[in-house]
């Protein structure tokens, strides 16, 4: 672009938040970079969960042409949990690509994150290419699950539970709130549903059904599972519906057994599938027959470091961080983050020690959560050890008792 040109459609572009009254303008052009309308029903929906106040628009003489978005939202750890803010509505309009306004946008959006006080940024990407360079590491991993009926079977069935309800899922709220609150914190990667969030999780829109029924949800003692039905007939006319699971939480092995076994036979299906299990479900170990569930990894959720010594000091580690861990963090992004931290279980502080490891912030995010090793890391070329043992002693400090796994998109 010739200078003038370019003076020209600077001083046309602004940088600010959406207000309320302009959040429909906001999510118009949000969904229209994901060749999407916004319909009625969206629109309200975005009424309810949206911050304007934490969103950011680029406006092209007035017009908006780029958005982004916060939700303020609680992200267990392991060990404990974080402030976060979960980034969304990320679009910049096909008019105005590659001239660099989401990374402006990035930038001062992480900026203000940090000067809320919150560590952690996190988000759902829609393609793999956008985020590493913005310092965001694939810090969650899930797995797609499709069980045949009437192959895959419960192993050890439970008895006849007569608590098994089944209806429609919002008439099961606040059962299914008490399992979610005691789960939750025992998994990193979980979010908390304060304010509009259970509802959101139960957002259930017509158009997004394809071919689906209406949200159900069947609860027992101890675990829920939301589902919908696909009914279908194949070409021989037999039954081929599908049960597709949106989420299963059970506190105990005999409530995932009864949720598992109540999933798999339903009546005229033939398949039960789950776009966004936990990568460690105990699914096929559960099955008399274990083939008869197909497991495939997925990518979950993108973790962004934006404040070292306060993401890494809300976490526990395993016992081979004692008695401390040397990281040599680079950030070109976000410099504020840069240098070495001494990592130990009463927190995380600056240091000028001889460093263990040295990483980008990146692929700190990835390993956060205690999904993602190290070790892993290294072997990909990212981490380095600069002292003989650092390396199988932090992968192992940071690696976390459970597979994270986030079940919910936003
Ligand atoms: C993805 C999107 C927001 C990028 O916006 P943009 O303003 O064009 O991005 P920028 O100009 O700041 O690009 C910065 C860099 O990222 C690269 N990049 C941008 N989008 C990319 C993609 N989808 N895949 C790989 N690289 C990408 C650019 O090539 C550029 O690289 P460079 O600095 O080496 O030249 C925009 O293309 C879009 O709205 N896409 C559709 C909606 C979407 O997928 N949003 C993300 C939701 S999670």
């Known amino acids: 672009m010739p200078w003038s040109s370019a003076l020209r459609y600077a001083a046309r572009m602004q940088l600010r938040p959406a207000t309320r009254e302009e959040f429909d303008a906001f999510s118009r052009v949000a969904l229209s970079a994901f060749h999407r309308e916004l319909s009625d029903v969206a629109r309200e929906r975005y009424q309810r969960i949206g911050e304007p106040e934490r969103s950011l628009a680029w406006f092209d003489d007035g017009r908006i042409v780029a958005t982004t978005g916060a939700f303020t939202r609680r992200l267990t750890v392991p060990g404990g949990e974080v402030a976060c803010a979960a980034v969304t509505a990320v ?56 069980a045949g009926r009437p192959a895959a079977r419960v192993a050890a069935p439970p008895e006849p539970d007569e608590l098994l309800r089944a209806g429609p899922a919002g008439e099961h709220v606040e059962a299914m709130r008490l399992v979610h609150d005691r789960v939750r914190l025992t998994r990193a990667g979980m979010l908390d549903r304060r304010g509009p969030w259970w509802q959101d999780n139960l957002h259930d829109p017509e158009a997004d059904r394809d071919g689906g029924q209406p949200l159900q949800a069947v609860v027992v003692g101890g675990g829920y599972a939301l589902y919908s039905v696909k009914p279908q007939f194949d070409a021989d006319d037999l039954p081929s519906g599908e049960v597709r699971v949106r989420e299963l939480i059970a506190r105990t092995p005999a409530a995932r057994a009864t949720l598992w076994s109540f999933l798999l036979d339903q009546d005229l299906t033939a398949s039960t599938t789950w776009d966004l299990a936990p990568l460690d479900d105990p699914l096929p170990l559960m099955l008399s027959d274990p083939r008869a569930v197909r497991v495939s990894e997925v990518e979950g959720l993108w973790a962004r470091i934006i404040d070292v010594g306060g993401a890494l000091a809300a976490r526990e580690y395993g016992s081979q961080l004692d008695p401390e861990l040397v990281l040599e963090v680079t950030d070109a992004f976000c410099p504020w983050n840069e240098g070495r931290w001494r990592v130990t279980r009463e927190g995380c502080a600056r240091t000028d020690a001889a460093p263990d490891l040295a990483l980008g912030v990146a692929d700190l995010g990835a390993a956060y959560l205690g999904g993602t090793t190290l070790v892993e890391l290294a072997d990909a070329g990212r981490v380095r050890e600069l002292r003989p043992g650092g390396l199988a002693r932090g992968s192992a400090a940071f690696r976390g008792e459970v597979e994270p796994w986030c079940p919910e998109t936003f």
């Open 91 to 146: 679009a910049v309009a096909p008019t105005h690509r590659r001239r660099g306004l989401l990374t402006a946008m990035t930038r001062r959006q992480l900026a203000d994150v940090r000067d809320r006080g919150e560590p952690v940024a996190i988000l759902w990407a829609s393609e793999g290419g956008i985020y590493g360079r913005f310092g965001y590491g694939i810090a969650t991993r899930a797995a797609h699950l499709v």
